[in-house]
Each structure stands twice: as C-alpha cells, then as structure tokens.
T-cell receptor, first 113, second 116 residues
Framework: LAKTTQPISMDSYEGQEVNITCSHN???????ITWYQQFPSQGPRFIIQ???TKVTNEVASLFIPADRKSSTLSLPRVSLSDTAVYYC??????????????FGSGTRLQVQP | EAQVTQNPRYLITVTGKKLTVTCSQN?????MSWYRQDPGLGLRQIYY???????DKGDVPEGYKVSRKEKRNFPLILESPSPNQTSLYFC???????????????FGEGSRLTVL
C-alpha cells in the first residue's frame, strides 16, 4: 500500500497562502491523490483530487510533479475557518488491484488572526 | 439530503460485551468502509466493501467483523470488545461508477466508543 508522509503541523496567518506537501514514494500507476479536511468531532470532507500536473477548484489547488512521488495542496488566502487537519490519501476505489485506502497521519493547520 | 448515518454516536461499554455500530447511506453507493481514528495515528481502515456480500480487510481488521447484506447498510461488529478498541469510528461510502478518480469518500459524523 502506498504510504504517505505529511508534516505533523503547520501555522499560518489569515490571508496567507498555505502549501501542505505529502510524500508518497511508492505510489502505484493507478493511484489517484485525494485530500480531505477534517474539523474536530466531524468526519473528513473531500477537498480535491488529482492524478498528475495541476488541478484547481473553488477552494484549493493540487500540484503533482511528473514523478508523482509527492503532491502539494495549496490553500489560497486562508481564514480562521481553515483551521483543521488535512489528510492526503493515495489510492483509487475503482482500482481492481488494490482497494484498501490508506490515510496518512494528517497535517494540523492552525490559522492565526 | 445525501448522508452517511452512524449509530450510536457515543457509547460506553464493558470488555466482552458484544456491540454493533450501524452505518447507513442513502446515495446508492457501492463502496463502503470503516475507519478508526486514534490520536497521532490518523485514520486507519478496518474493513471495506465493494458491494453487497463483498467485503475485505483493511489495515487493522483484528477484533472486528462486518457484513454487507444490503447495499445501503454496513454494520461494524465488535464480538468481544477490549479497551484497545476505544476509539473514534467513521463509516464512509463512495460510488464506483464513473471511472477512476471519481471515488470521493463521504463520511459519517463518527461514533465515539469507550470500552472499559
């Protein structure tokens, strides 16, 4: 299974851009990279998903280099409400070879005023 | 409203007393999964199911059982709970159709279990 490594915690200030990097050296060809956000006492919530290069949606961007051994979640202009734990997930549910999905330990982002 | 519902949300029990945590989704998803979350360890997958009557072990299946008799339900069974199963449990579901990369997981609100 593709193991992921993320920083344990990060601090930022409101209005700044935050980049959280996830390492996944043994990512498989069929694996997608997905990021989730989790607030205390709530279930994780999908943020963004990608396979390679760059993906952008209304809340974040995901950068994936050509070798796909890492990925970077970019949150533009964070606010206090972005304080949460962010998880990088490598895998793909429809994959016929491996179906277990492994989350990393997550990165706790603290946004200060 | 699309949702994954878990019950109970909170439970305190004693060692060895069988319990079941229910999970139900109303999105007609094929894929369902159980995770446990412990401080410093993130989310670890216990079991998952690709469809009715199809289940498989995740990373930490010891001490747990699951069943998938209906598409919408995926109960987690602790036959003989022990204190090391004290944890926060999450159920999740996802569709499989639509091709690779479309497997967004929808999580329930969690079930906090304490085994004394």
């Amino acid at each position: 299974l593709a193991k992921t490594t993320q920083p344990i915690s990060m601090d930022s200030y409101e209005g700044q851009e935050v980049n959280i990097t996830c390492s996944h050296n043994n990512i498989a060809t069929n694996d997608y990279i997905t990021w989730y956000q989790q607030f205390p006492s709530q279930g994780p919530r999908f943020i963004i998903q990608g396979y390679k290069t760059k993906v952008t949606n209304e809340v974040a961007s995901l950068f994936i280099p050509a070798d796909r051994k890492s990925s970077t979640l970019s949150l533009p202009r964070v606010s206090l409400s972005d304080t949460a734990v962010y998880y990088c997930l490598v895998g793909d549910i429809p994959d016929t070879g491996r179906r277990a999905l492994t989350f990393g330990s997550g990165t706790r982002l603290q946004v200060q005023p | 409203e699309a949702q994954v519902t878990q019950n109970p949300r909170y439970l305190i029990t004693v060692t060895g007393k069988k319990l079941t945590v229910t999970c139900s989704q109303n999105m007609n998803h094929e894929y369902m999964s159980w995770y446990r979350q412990d401080p410093g360890l993130g989310l670890r997958q216990i079991y998952y199911s690709m469809n009715v009557e199809v289940t498989d072990k995740g990373d930490v299946p010891e001490g747990y059982k699951v069943s998938r008799k209906e598409k919408r339900n995926f109960p987690l069974i602790l036959e003989s709970p022990s204190p090391n199963q004290t944890s926060l449990y999450f159920c999740a579901s996802s569709r499989l159709a639509g091709g690779p990369g479309t497997g967004e997981l929808f999580f329930g609100e969690g079930s906090r279990l304490t085994v004394l």
